[in-house]
């Protein structure tokens, strides 16, 4: 059975906080909705209504597109564990790049790394829990690396001029890439 809430509760950040994976969906208007698995402890809780992540370089950058185009997201949290549960952050969100005022005081709460090209920060205007019992249960084995060790080949003024070159929307939207790394 769900049940609602208005904001995350400290039990809630709890489950979040032991969570490995956890999934984020997108739509813009006319576009493709996008679902991405999202991994490497990059979650933070800031508040009961703010929740926040660092978004690393990769294949695409749709979630930067639709959330400029419409805000809307639903963030989704499953236990592959006991006890099942599954809990969504519905909300508006938006992209934080390196070269916006609000960059030091939210990388203040992460370990930024080679990679990371934004965070995205999620006002969360309800919550949700739903039993999971369908879910299977499975063990995290480990965290892939091979994300990292792409980025680690990479010299910095060649990655930002992938970013600005390459991360567009498959839909063809605008996305706002950054102007300077958060690294060196």
């Known amino acids: 059975m769900s049940e609602f809430f208005e904001h995350i509760t400290d039990s809630h950040a ?5 969570q490995p994976v956890f999934f984020v969906a997108t739509a813009a208007a006319g576009a493709r909705i996008n679902l991405s698995p999202k991994g490497m402890d990059c ?3 800031l508040s009961p209504t703010t929740a926040a992540w660092l978004d690393y370089g990769g294949s695409g950058n749709e979630t930067n597109a639709h959330l400029a185009a419409d805000g809307r997201i639903t963030v989704m949290f499953c236990a592959f564990d006991r006890p099942a549960l599954i809990y969504r952050l519905y909300g508006q969100a938006r992209a934080v790049l390196p070269q916006d005022d609000e960059w030091p005081g939210l990388a203040a709460h992460f ?3 080679r990679g990371v090209r934004q ?5 969360i205007q309800s919550t949700q ?3 999971g019992w369908a879910v299977p249960e499975m063990a995290l084995k480990a965290e892939r690396q091979t994300l990292r060790k792409f980025h680690a080949q990479e010299e910095p003024a060649e990655r930002l001029t992938k970013y600005q070159d390459r991360n567009r929307s498959i839909d063809g939207l605008p996305v706002r890439p950054p102007t300077v790394l958060p690294y060196t």
Do not use: L, Q
């Open 129 to 131: 829990t739903s039993c």
């Open 43 to 45: 979650f933070r809780v």
């Open 119 to 123: 965070i995205f920060v999620m006002n």
């Open 111 to 113: 370990s930024v790394e």
């Open 14 to 18: 709890a489950f979040i906080a032991k």
